[in-house]
């Protein structure tokens, strides 16, 4: 019987040791190590981990490693972001892989995706209060409306709303740009007052977006006098584009179209000449991390993409095509996609490859489940780049 009290008594002590052994070894950890594993996760993964400990949530909320998962987001491969309404509720969000096109086979396939990657629906915007996506994705972030003159800045990842002050009390309706410094990893909002079509805009601000208590205040910043913005058409024309640093948007000069550029780390402003007058450029497009307007000349028989080689000189060169794409990749793939269903076409004409992805499926159960109706009239959008972010205002 003693024996047996001994055994079991040596028996528990080993359990107890055990389990102080393990606590140890959890503890012992270091939060650089910890740090450098949770910035390798996605973004829903790494919202979960945060409940692990509150070590681990204070290493995932640490500025420090705000700014180096921000870093890393251009390695991670980027989603699809689609955006469907309801008129009596309020919109749905869709994030789809991208199918990780650095990797991609060059040659021709079709492929199928049958699993989203998230999707939600965001309570906020009624139909008594209609809501608008003023701007593409530009790391993470997109600016919104609910009233002309109130911006909203938008995390979809973090599915977050945060409005921000009105940047001028007597601006009734407002034009916003939306930049990011990928050397000082910040987020910076340009606004203007949106003016009638002649009028000429002598008046900007700039806020950098920042986390609570530290975000600016809205400042004036020097702009070029006598130009008129040409953005912000309904069917997505003119959109302003961030590439690499410096937002470019068309505008209207003293006798001519051009592009304007807003270097987002210095707050400087730029006109580049366009090289041919036409008014039919239709959309903006980054493309191999390039500018690149697409539109129609040749009295409009010609469709035509022009690409700013070298914004100094400043130098173009021109390409054709036969279709009016949705959109590009940065390493030269244009986007089509289908008007029946959510078929993305992606074709290189340099390398003269294609790539078929049938999206159909994971739309039709989205469509389903929320009563969005048929495509293509639910839906409000795509952002065909979507990185995740955790900046937080």
């Known amino acids: 019987m003693k024996e047996l009290v001994e055994v079991t008594r040596k028996i528990k002590k080993?359990?107890?040791?055990?389990?102080?052994?393990?606590?140890?070894?959890?503890?012992s950890v270091p939060p650089d190590i910890i740090s450098e594993i949770l910035s390798k996760l996605p973004l829903k993964s790494l919202m979960r981990f945060r409940c692990v400990s509150k070590l681990w949530s204070s290493v995932s909320t640490d500025p420090y490693f705000k700014k180096s998962f921000q870093a890393q987001s251009s390695e991670r491969v980027s989603h699809i972001l689609v955006v469907g309404f309801r008129e009596s509720d309020g919109f749905f969000v869709l994030s789809l892989p991208q199918q990780n096109l650095q990797n991609r086979i060059h040659s021709n396939g079709s492929y199928s995706c049958s699993?989203?990657?998230?999707?939600?629906?965001?309570?906020?915007?009624?139909?008594?209060?209609?809501?608008?996506?003023?701007?593409?994705s530009v790391h993470g972030l997109m600016i919104c409306f609910q009233k002309p003159n109130k911006p909203i800045v938008w995390n979809p990842s973090l599915r977050k709303l945060t409005p921000l002050s009105k940047p001028g009390k007597t601006w009734k309706s407002i034009r916003v740009f939306l930049g990011y410094d990928p050397i000082e990893g910040k987020h910076k909002v340009v606004c203007m007052p949106k003016l009638i079509y002649g009028q000429a805009l002598d008046e900007c601000k700039v806020l950098t977006l920042g986390s609570g208590s530290a975000q600016e205040q809205w400042r004036k910043v020097e702009t070029i006098p006598d130009h008129f913005p040409l953005t912000g058409d309904n069917n997505g024309f003119y959109h302003a584009r961030c590439i690499n640093g410096v937002v470019y948007y068309h505008a209207k000069g003293d006798y001519h179209r051009v592009i304007m550029s807003f270097d987002v780390r210095s707050e400087k402003f730029r006109a580049i000449r366009l090289p041919l007058e036409t008014k039919s450029w239709r959309m903006t497009l980054s493309y191999h991390g390039k500018l690149a307007c697409v539109g129609f000349g040749g009295h409009g028989r010609i469709l035509l993409m022009?690409?700013?080689?070298?914004?100094?000189?400043?130098?173009?060169?021109?390409?054709?095509?036969?279709?009016?794409?949705?959109?590009?990749?940065?390493?030269?793939?244009?986007?089509?996609?289908?008007?029946?269903?959510?078929?993305?076409?992606?074709?290189?004409?340099?390398?003269?490859?294609?790539?078929?992805?049938?999206?159909?499926?994971?739309?039709?159960?989205?469509?389903?489940?929320?009563?969005?109706?048929?495509?293509?009239?639910?839906?409000?959008?795509?952002?065909?780049?979507?990185?995740?972010?955790?900046?937080?205002?």
């Open 306 to 393: 022009i690409v700013l080689e070298d914004a100094r000189k400043p130098k173009w060169s021109s390409h054709q095509f036969s279709s009016l794409p949705d959109g590009a990749t940065d390493d030269g793939e244009l986007i089509f996609v289908g008007t029946e269903s959510l078929d993305m076409i992606y074709i290189d004409p340099k390398r003269k490859t294609f790539r078929r992805i049938d999206y159909s499926h994971i739309l039709d159960d989205f469509r389903q489940r929320n009563g969005l109706g048929d495509w293509p009239s639910a839906l409000k959008g795509f952002q065909f780049f979507h990185t995740e972010t955790l900046v937080s205002l």
């Open 115 to 136: 699993q989203p990657i998230d999707s939600y629906r965001m309570e906020h915007a009624k139909h008594r209060c209609p809501f608008t996506i003023e701007t593409e």
């Open 14 to 27: 080993k359990r107890r040791e055990g389990r102080s052994s393990r606590r140890k070894s959890t503890t």
